[in-house]
């Protein structure tokens, strides 16, 4: 009697099971691995401004202790040649200028040729930077400055009296005429009872979100006048008008800072 042998190759139901498996795998590495990255763009980031953070320093220790300037406006006319983006090109590489969490349409496009800072369709100029400078820190654009002239700005090492906690540079916003700016106006977040919705019309406060997130508890990288960098809530840094570590002047906010 001819033995009947069972033909090679897998059945219906186990190819589903299979299948089920591989199903199962990915949705647990995909997560992981979408995890993995925004870790190490946030290193990378972190990274960039500490390097802008240790080029102010170096301008710091040659400049009597004064601070960098911003020039690059959201309207209007500014100075772009004492803007931080080109005063600390002479300090460090221009590429940490821009950070690789940045997805902003305003950059140029590589591949384009125009020249940098001007739209090919006359369309307005393009983004120089993902940072920007807190402008409380600024001779020609803090508050201070605005109401009692430059003289009265807290440009200078000596006049902020928590460097360790006070805000210095951050991301800016990815559209809207701030993208293409090097500094938001924090004066203006104290209208109302949602601040971070305010801000984010200027910086980025979600930047280390790796998505869109406009509440309290979005987290961004930003920097200290003192050097130091951390990764931290919105929230945690300003509060109000009297409760922020932007304006030298205010107190922290309560959550810490």
């Excluded at 802008?52 to 710091?60: K, P, R």
């Excluded at 590489?93 to 349409?105: A, G, Q, R, T, V």
């Excluded at 998505?211 to 300003?238: C, P, Q, W």
Aim: one cysteine or more.
């Amino acid at each position: 009697m001819r033995s009947r042998t069972r033909p090679a190759g897998f059945t219906v139901v186990e190819l589903l099971a299979v299948i089920g498996v591989i199903v199962v795998l990915m949705g647990i590495a995909i997560p992981t691995l979408r995890t993995a990255r925004l870790a190490s763009l946030n290193t990378r980031d972190l990274s960039n401004i500490r390097q802008l953070g240790i080029a102010h320093l170096s301008y710091q220790v040659t400049n009597a202790d004064h601070f960098v300037d911003v020039g690059l406006p959201h309207g209007g006319y500014g100075n772009e040649a004492v803007s931080f983006v080109e005063v600390l090109s002479r300090y460090t590489d221009d590429i940490i200028m821009k950070s690789p969490l940045d997805d902003s349409p305003h950059w140029p496009n590589e591949l384009g040729g125009q020249d940098r800072g001007v739209e090919p369709d006359g369309g307005g100029p393009l983004r120089r930077t993902s940072y920007g400078m807190n402008n409380y820190l600024s001779r020609n654009y803090s508050p201070m400055a605005a109401i009692y002239g430059p003289g009265h700005a807290a440009d200078r090492l000596p006049k902020v009296g928590r460097p360790d906690r006070t805000v210095c540079f951050l991301h800016m916003a990815r559209t809207g005429s701030y993208a293409v700016s090097d500094h938001p106006h924090v004066e203006s977040w104290g209208v109302g009872d949602e601040p971070w919705r305010l801000a984010s019309a200027n910086i980025c406060i979600w930047a280390a979100e790796g998505s869109e997130s406009i509440d309290g508890l979005a987290r961004s990288n930003y920097s200290f006048v003192d050097g130091s960098t951390a990764t931290r809530h919105f929230e945690d840094l300003y509060e109000s008008r009297e409760r922020n570590v932007f304006d030298p002047d205010a107190l922290p906010p309560d959550g810490g800072g």
